[in-house]
T-cell receptor
Framework: GAVVSQHPSWVICKSGTSVKIECRSLDFQATTMFWYRQFPKQSLMLMATSNEGSKATYEQGVEKDKFLINHASLTLSTLTVTSAHPEDSSFYIC?????????????FGPGTRLTVT | SQKIEQNSEALNIQEGKTATLTCNYTNYSPAYLQWYRQDPGRGPVFLLLIRENEKEKRKERLKVTFDTTLKQSLFHITASQPADSATYLC??????????FGSGTRLSIRP
């Protein structure tokens, strides 16, 4: 089956620094990738949708200048949390969808735990 | 606005019983509903997708129903096992083809 990986699986950073999280589709080409955030005991909240080669579309309330998304290739998307603060500590999950028109399945990565101290 | 809700935050049942989880939707008619399993500290794993013209779908011990009259999907795990303990999420595709998740139900199966 389709596999999506994320790196790193966890990261601790100091307040004010930036952190980059990678999301890769390992055995398929992902024309669309999604980034979610999940706080403890809450569901996944969609942050943004990115299509390869174009700018990401952010959900309402998500700061695009704080959460920079780059989807430069069909197998890689990155999320950079800029000037991180403790309230950005969360579980970040990416997912990817193949480019076939009939494909409705999204494949999810294992998540990245971000802790900002 | 389109809403998808899982009213039970947690469900505890005895091993061997059937677990039934509920997902309700309001203000729209989804063409598909999906169910995912999520273990602590992991990403969600796709389980089943059911279309609006399908009443029921099965996969091993899992069964999903879709009732467009009640605007509800039920997710059943028969002969439940402690290994089935996890959070189960229902999800739908929004009009913009994005997967939107319900709040999830944390299922605990006690031996």
């Amino acid at each position: 089956g389709a596999v999506v990986s994320q790196h790193p699986s966890w990261v601790i950073c100091k307040s004010g620094t930036s952190v980059k999280i990678e999301c890769r589709s390992l055995d398929f080409q992902a024309t669309t990738m999604f980034w979610y955030r999940q706080f403890p005991k809450q569901s996944l909240m969609l942050m943004a949708t990115s299509n390869e080669g174009s700018k990401a579309t952010y959900e309402q309330g998500v700061e695009k200048d704080k959460f920079l998304i780059n989807h430069a290739s069909l197998t890689l998307s990155t999320l950079t949390v800029t000037s991180a603060h403790p309230e950005d500590s969360s579980f970040y999950i990416c997912s990817a969808r193949e480019g076939t028109p009939k494909s409705y399945e999204q494949y999810f990565g294992p998540g990245t735990r971000l802790t900002v101290t | 606005s389109q809403k998808i809700e899982q009213n039970s935050e947690a469900l505890n049942i005895q091993e061997g019983k059937t677990a039934t989880l509920t997902c309700n939707y309001t203000n729209y008619s989804p063409a598909y509903l999906q169910w995912y399993r999520q273990d602590p500290g992991r990403g969600p794993v796709f389980l089943l997708l059911i279309r609006e013209n399908e009443k029921e779908k099965r996969k091993e011990r899992l069964k999903v129903t879709f009732d467009t009259t009640l605007k509800q999907s039920l997710f059943h795990i028969t002969a439940s096992q402690p290994a089935d303990s996890a959070t189960y999420l229902c999800a739908h595709y929004s009009s913009a083809s994005k997967i939107i998740f319900g709040s999830g139900t944390r299922l605990s199966i006690r031996p």
